[in-house]
């Protein structure tokens, strides 16, 4: 797997960072806590960053998962790093799993290949869209040019995180966002440290089971869907987008209904 971490922001103009995982030390030098309650745009390049900001703004609007973007991140020695920086947006918070670009390597055409949108961020901070439909570039294009974040009402779907332990088979849960609880009824306190699995319908888990092996073993965007069961009973059908880092699987989901995925 190409070195990667987890971030964590907050959907303010700023992209403060809330959490980053450890592997940050291996991708940029930082730790941890040198990242945390900083805006991610002070660690961009100076040429790059109010298009990013741009972008990001768009893409929070747009409420956007798996959107990939090249750019690059400024190290802890000063230097800059080319990355790959993969955006799940997540009702209250903003996911990014960012990885270190080695165009070389076949799990970085794995993700290219399966993201829903891929932009290109160049030098001189012009932004090119390379995947994506004409629609969602136009779109895209129109959200970047015209949108204002302090006069935004943004109609928010509801939708919640988890980070699962990519190391062990019962792929014990991590991390659950707070939005689960209103969504789907799960403590959080209750969640962290069980497997995932107590919470499938167990008629979906072979189904389930061979689609999150199949993101930690390719790197790819994987679409899953499944009831939930909460106490044994089935709460809702989820739908989600996974992916796979070093620290663990990121899945964001959202309620759906069966018009949704047919």
Same mark, same amino acid.
């Not at 959080?188 to 930690?216: H, M, T, W």
């Given at each position: ?92 918070? +903003? %996911? !990014?799993?960012? $990885?270190? #670009? ?9 993700? =290219? &290949? ?47 995180? +988890? %980070? !699962?332990?990519? $190391?062990? #088979? ?9 939005? =689960? &609880? ?81």
């Amino acid at each position: 797997m190409d070195i990667n971490f987890i971030s964590f922001h907050d959907t303010s103009d700023e992209s403060k960072i809330l959490y980053a995982s450890d592997s940050v030390t291996d991708v940029l030098g930082y730790n941890p806590e040198d990242v945390v309650g900083r805006s991610a745009f002070e660690f961009l390049h100076p040429d790059e960053a109010p298009t990013i900001r741009r972008l990001n703004m768009a893409r929070i609007q747009a409420q956007e998962v798996s959107a990939l973007t090249y750019c690059r991140y400024k190290r802890s020695d000063g230097e800059y790093a080319d990355v790959e920086a993969i955006f799940h947006y997540c009702y209250d918070v +903003v %996911i !990014l799993a960012t $990885f270190l #670009r080695r165009p070389e390597t076949e799990r970085h055409y794995v993700r =290219a &290949q399966s993201a829903l949108t891929l932009h290109i961020i160049k030098p001189d901070g012009s932004l090119e869209m390379v995947q994506g439909s004409e629609n969602q570039e136009r779109t895209m294009g129109l959200q970047i040019e015209r949108y204002n974040w302090d006069d935004t009402q943004r109609s928010l779907e509801p939708r919640f995180a +988890v %980070i !699962l332990n990519r $190391f062990t #088979r019962s792929l014990s849960i991590l991390f659950v966002s707070q939005a =689960a &609880q209103e969504m789907v009824g799960v403590r959080i306190e209750d969640a962290i440290g069980k497997s995932f699995f107590n919470y499938v319908d167990p008629r979906d888990q072979p189904q389930l089971r061979d689609a999150l092996e199949e993101a930690k073993t390719t790197d790819e965007f994987v679409h899953v869907c499944f009831n939930w069961c909460t106490r044994g009973h089935v709460v809702c059908l989820l739908e989600g987008i996974s992916s796979c880092t070093s620290d663990g699987i990121v899945v964001v989901f959202r309620k759906c209904i069966k018009q949704d995925i047919e």
